[in-house]
């Protein structure tokens, strides 16, 4: 079998965002724009020549088709062999599993993550490394580079490779070699937790729900929580992969698990209420009649992770992304370990997990991880959770209250404007950069502003600096207020805009209520409701 050369052209928009290229599904579908992507990955990537390739995604619609044009893409171009999940699925978590443990070049995952599927849907490719996380920005802007010049792509030209069974074929020279998904994940969540402990929980009738969201974490959940833990069957809802999700959104945020949150917050509400998004690595933790905020949820897993067994010695650091509140700093402050400020993006962590800075780290957008793996990973944060349940015998409320009345509370909201036309978000952001020199010492509402910058990031590692990653604004109450535009959409801009306060005594207000001055003063600085035309956030989580 013959590797083919076809001209090709560059594609504009090709620019890798937070994580990885996210387009329409139709965008993707039209080749050669996945074609031409995916050379300009391999050919940015030289060290996948004759060594492993992990291919995998979270089975949204086009994963299929894409993931055996990606294998005569490998192919092609001398790729040693490719590890793929069977009928090409593989959470983002447990691909960065396998690129690690089989010692991969590298990962391409297909994903758009919480973005909907479907053929009206959004469509993704990311590149992971051989640290198994997310391609760095060094990395990503190469590949960006390579799809402005790129004149050619190479494949092979062949069947189909069936991907529906676990074993060996041959695509080629190239073994094409399908593994069962869950496998090696599994075994890696059982060296992490307690499992008797957990085990034992439910056996005393601890009562859960777990929303798969019909993404990819169903087969994960079913098999670790109901097959190896003993949850009763049933605890996973939502469990079959669907290409589109059911015609849902995948984000586990209370907007978008609306069903959950209502059980959780019903009379028969189980002990847990947990769910994750299309790709596997987000979470949403909610108690009977509480929500766990992913900042907050951060924090208590840092202050608690010594009770599972992988964590047992201690962290040695943590971080978290620069708008994720500051609940996390005072746990570290306590444990008396370092805790390291980053831009939004796991790709950020990378660097800190890999030098042993950092053990444990999280986003305010449900995302947390460890150095298990180099991606957040939402089933092992619920199983963390699982074992701390297990281990202090309280209920999550009681957890939750007993953390805020030893740290205090970081209230804490995001609240996003999606759909806005890009170039008034552009502008909004822009004229707000252009006020900063002038921001500090001026009084806007109750608050008074201490400092006011554009967050610059110096990767303590090797020395790179990202710049341009989100405005704040610093009052000297020690209250904050972040805005940026997000880098995965896929349709015009989305403004975020991240509040926080801390209060170390009123530990029950209601979170919306409380943040309403900076709300009030986010629109006043920023024009908000004047320039996006929009009355109110879009989802407020
Ligand atoms: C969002 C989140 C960010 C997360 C990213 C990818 O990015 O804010 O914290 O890392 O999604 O998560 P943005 O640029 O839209 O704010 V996932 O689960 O979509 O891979
Ligand atoms: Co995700």
Redesign the pocket.
Known sequence: MQAKTIPTRPIPGQKPGT?GLRKKVRVFQEPPFLENFVQAILDSAPETKGATLVVGG?GRFFNDRAIQTILKLAAGNGVGRVVVGRNGLLS?PAASNLIRERDAAGGIIL?A??NPGGPDGDFGVKFNTANGGPAPEKVTEAIHARTQAIDAYRLVEAPDVDLAAPGETRLGAMPVEVVDPVADYAALMQRLFDFDAIRDLFRSGFRMRFDAMSAITGPYAERILEGMLGAPAGTVVNGTPLPDFGGHHPDPNPVHCAELVALMNGPDAPDLGAAS??????NLVHGPGLFVAPSDSLALLAANAHLAPGYADGLKGVARSMPTSAALDRVARKLGIPCFETPTGWKFFGNLLDAGMASLCGEESA?TGSDHVRE?D?LWAVLLWLNILARRRQGVPEIVRQHWAEFGRNYYSRHDYEAIDAGSAEAMLNDLRAKLPILPGRQLGEETVASADDFAYRDPVDGSVSERQGVRLHFASGARIVFRLSGTGTEGATLRVYLERYEPERLDEDTQAFLAPLVAIADEVAEIRKRTGRAAPDVIT
């Open positions: 994580s979270d983002t994903s993550s919480h998004d299309g790709d596997g690595d987000r995302g957040k939402g």
